[in-house]
């Protein structure tokens, strides 16, 4: 049989003593952890990921402010489906956690933005990304996943603004992923307003989105969101031979 590594020894040990002292909070948050880092094929199998998820949920009944285990429990709770109980433990991550966290805190916020989206509910999602971009006005991963969100509920004035703020909080920051997709539904969206404006606004609005297609393609040459936008916007101007 393969050798044990440490880490699953650690895990054999604390089952062993979770049998003494089931009522011991710390034990049941390292299992946990230990669950989702020590699988030896990387990433941890669902059997494994659902008795993690089991842990943390005695974590939190024994210690309801361990921040730690609310949003492994969310994230865990997300992935099999439940999504009532990961907006609890975000919510309460959000509850426990201050300003100086945010790096928790963002994500938190952006995992409810996602949920909410996936189950129709733009309504929550954007009352979230209004409360997330509020508190973190300078994270670009909030203004697009609120741009996202009002893209789809077709609000293609705040979605733009969205995006540009985005853009703007990652200027300086070129490899930052959100800038490429800033650029790349600003692309859209001035392309889609040089349609619908008279011929001057128009050419405007389409040399706009050109531009903002070319920087995406400077950042991910092989893109194929931005080659296939650029293309078409290439087209619709009557540059043929470029599209």
Request: hydrophobic share 40%.
């Amino acid at each position: 049989p393969p050798k044990r590594t440490k880490e699953q020894e650690m895990i054999d040990d604390i089952r062993a003593t979770l049998l003494e002292r089931p009522k011991e909070e710390a034990l049941h948050f390292n299992l946990g952890l230990l669950l989702l880092s020590s699988s030896p094929n990387g990433a941890p199998d669902e059997g494994t990921k659902r008795e993690a998820m089991m842990a943390f949920q005695n974590s939190v009944m024994l210690n309801p402010e361990r921040i730690g285990s609310w949003y492994n429990l969310a994230v865990l709770s997300d992935e099999f489906g439940d999504a009532s109980r990961a907006l609890e433990g975000y919510d309460r991550v959000l509850q426990l956690t201050g300003k100086e966290e945010e790096q928790l805190r963002v994500a938190a916020y952006s995992n409810k933005v996602t949920i909410y989206t996936n189950q129709g509910n733009l309504e929550a999602a954007a009352k979230t990304s209004e409360t997330a971009v509020k508190e973190f006005p300078n994270e670009g991963s909030l203004w697009c996943a609120m741009g996202v969100v009002l893209r789809m509920d077709r609000n293609v004035e705040w979605a733009t603004k969205s995006f540009e703020n985005a853009l703007a909080c990652c200027e300086n920051r070129t490899q930052d992923e959100n800038c490429l997709v800033a650029l790349n539904n600003l692309g859209a969206l001035y392309a889609s307003s040089a349609m619908a404006g008279d011929a001057e606004a128009g050419n405007a609005m389409a040399m706009k989105a050109a531009t903002m297609y070319e920087r995406a393609l400077e950042l991910a040459p092989n893109d194929l969101s931005t080659l296939y936008g650029l293309g078409v916007l290439r087209r619709d101007m009557g540059q043929t031979s470029q599209a």
